[in-house]
């Protein structure tokens, strides 16, 4: 058989291999990278990486930093100490519930609010704005005004409250109820951050499904389930890290109305616990010990969670 | 089945500015597929959304089935649409969008089963209907739309560009597709497109807007051969009508209208009459015939397509009036030798002549 004289095809037989090309990124450009990511890079590693590992260091160490005696190797100690306390396990278990219903809490809330001023009604930028409003007040303000609210004497619920002839619940003696306050104040100051994330993914969905909705006769609710909230996905992951890790971090607005208290511990949370334990019991090695362990903790569930989302994709 | 009636409804955005769609009158006959064709902005979707209820209708009325319907939702129409973007929900599979519409109107399973499986095997979706949307391609997405639409058995579907975001070939094939689908469903269908191929080639009648004014609504062929206006016969036909302004008049024993000196046709018997001055020429590319004593043309580039060419020319001398375009296209059947840079002599064997004022069709005056 001859060979096929299709026209342009006469040369395609190969005489020897073509040379193999590399392309190798130049050292210029190598370098141009590292100099511009260096400065950042040099901020984190003394203000972020080099803390973090100090941190763990001196989490094997007994230091007592108001006195002058050096500070002493114990091992894993200060670890085995926490693990035996069972006040530390009830503060792991203030923490998640105070963590889950500030997540939960300020996520549902925000995106309801959202929905309601995504539609055009009169006066809703003064609303919005409102709304915003208390993320941008600092967390110690916020807790001295709720004290105004909480009071079991003079308090706004209490005045509420006697109007129908109930009692104020005693927040600030009543381990549960004090809970329950802190939580509270915690999402109405951070409410406005989920609210103001949940707006702009709103006003960023597709019109063309919603119409689509429309026309194949989508009952309200199951348009909001079906269609919006899975729309609203990536939005809905985002926020659930970040509030978590801001919940999580939740120290003035506790030191401010409560001071962890009552009972000593009813409202501490693990970060409360670390300043309680490194600056008021002068025990910087047990305090390192127990923000290591939340900062293992938080890197679990923030892993699952970034699996969780991959695995949805 | 039923018809479709936009009796004078009109779109105003703005009332200091013209109106999106201006009172469009369109009677959609059972069981019809009627394509409405236009140049973007023409108001061509707005008009669909009109009769969808996604828009709103400031003038006029929409009925469906002789039911005023112009003031129900969207969902109480019962109309299916297909969207330009698909508005697939990605979030679902195939199945589950086209089983979306009917779960909510509460059908059972098995019935949403069997409309299903109907509509996959009618548009060969089978393999794909447990693929989410993000995992398909063009094509693919196009179909599981057409099935959400077609599982709803609606009494009208309504196409919004459709087949805009599919390539030349996946194109062609869909659009035989979707027309032999529609007449085996029989279901009245608007289909709107800026392709006015798609348009000649889908539509029972062709409906052509313009500024949110419309044109003409006419069967495809005879909207080619009769367009009512200088702009529908600019716009259907590719390339385009030639088409010639300020053509003078020479009365006589025979009226002939002058395109070129020495060059003169005939205006037919019946509109002399109507005709005044000057008139406006058009001539299709099939119309023009290469003969020695023709208007002198120089070429100045071919296009071959393979079954048939066409040469752009522009006029090498004074002509008594003027060339819209600039220059004219002529179909070339087996001239091959004709090349850009020559110079030929061109005649036309067909005119249309329109109403140098009003640029209507002598015919429809």
Known sequence: MTAPTIPGLENSTLTHEPPQRKYKRGTKATLLGLALVLPNLILL????????????????YNWNIASTRPATFVGLDNYIEWAQNPVSWQIVLQTAIFTVAAVAGSMVLGLALALLLDRPLRGRNAVRSLVFAPYVISGAAVGVAFQFVFD?????????????????????????????????????????????????????????????????????????????????????????ITVLLNSLQVFDIINVMTRGGPLETSTTTLVYQVYQETFVNSRAGYGAAIATIMFLAVLVITVVQVRMQERDK | MVDVQLQHISRIYDPSRPAAVHRVNIHVRDGEFLTLVGPSGSGKSTCLR??????????????????????????????????????LYPNMTARQNMAFALENAGMTKDEINRRVE???????????????????????????????????????????????????????????????????LGVTTIYVTHDQTEAMTMGDRVAVLKDGILQQVDEPMHLYRHPGNTFVAGFIGSPS????????????????????????????????????DQVIVGVRPEHWDIEDDGV????????????????????????????????????????????????ISIAPTRCTFFDAETEINFEYL
């Not at chain 2, 009325?61 to 973007?85: C, H, N, W, Y």
């Not at chain 2, 071919?302 to 375009?325: K, N």
């Open chain 1, 45 to 60: 590693l003394v203000f972020t990486y080099r803390p973090l590992i100090d941190n763990i260091r001196l989490s094997f």
């Open chain 1, 152 to 240: 079991p004497g003079y308090g706004l619920i209490q005045d509420l409250l006697g109007r129908v002839g109930l009692d104020s619940p005693q927040f600030y003696t009543n381990p549960n109820w004090a809970l329950f306050m802190i939580t509270t104040t915690y999402i109405w100051k951070n409410l406005g951050y989920t609210f103001v994330i949940y707006l702009a993914a709103l006003q960023g969905l597709r019109k063309d499904l919603d119409e689509a909705a429309e026309i194949d006769r989508t009952p309200r609710l199951r348009k909001f389930f079906k269609v919006t909230l899975p729309q609203l996905r990536p939005t809905t992951f985002f926020l659930s």
């Open chain 2, 50 to 87: 009109m009769v969808a209820g996604l828009e709103p209708v400031n003038e006029g009325s929409v009925l469906i089935g002789g039911k005023d319907v112009t003031e129900l939702r969207p969902r109480d129409r019962d109309v299916a649409m297909v969207f330009q973007s698909y508005a």
């Open chain 2, 118 to 184: 109907n509509a996959a095997a009618m548009l060969e979706l089978e393999p794909l209907l447990d693929t989410k949307p993000a995992n398909m391609s063009g094509g693919q997405r196009q179909r599981v739309a057409m099935g959400r639409a077609i599982v709803r058995e609606p009494q009208v579907f309504l196409m919004d560009e459709p087949l805009s975001n599919l390539d030349a070939r996946l194109r062609v094939s869909t659009r035989a597709q979707i027309a032999e689908m529609q007449r085996k």
């Open chain 2, 241 to 276: 009508m030639a088409l010639i302004e300020q053509v003078p008049v020479i009365p006589g024993s025979v009226t002939t209208a002058q395109i070129a000196p020495g060059i003169e046709v005939p205006i037919p018997q019946e509109f002399v009459g109507k005709v005044e």
């Open chain 2, 296 to 343: 002198p043309v120089d070429v100045t580039h071919v296009e071959q397509l393979g079954a048939e060419s066409f040469a752009y020319v522009r006029p090498a001398g004074e002509l008594p009036g003027t060339l819209r375009t600039g220059s004219l296209a002529i179909r070339l059947l087996g001239k091959h030798e004709i090349e850009a840079g020559m110079r």
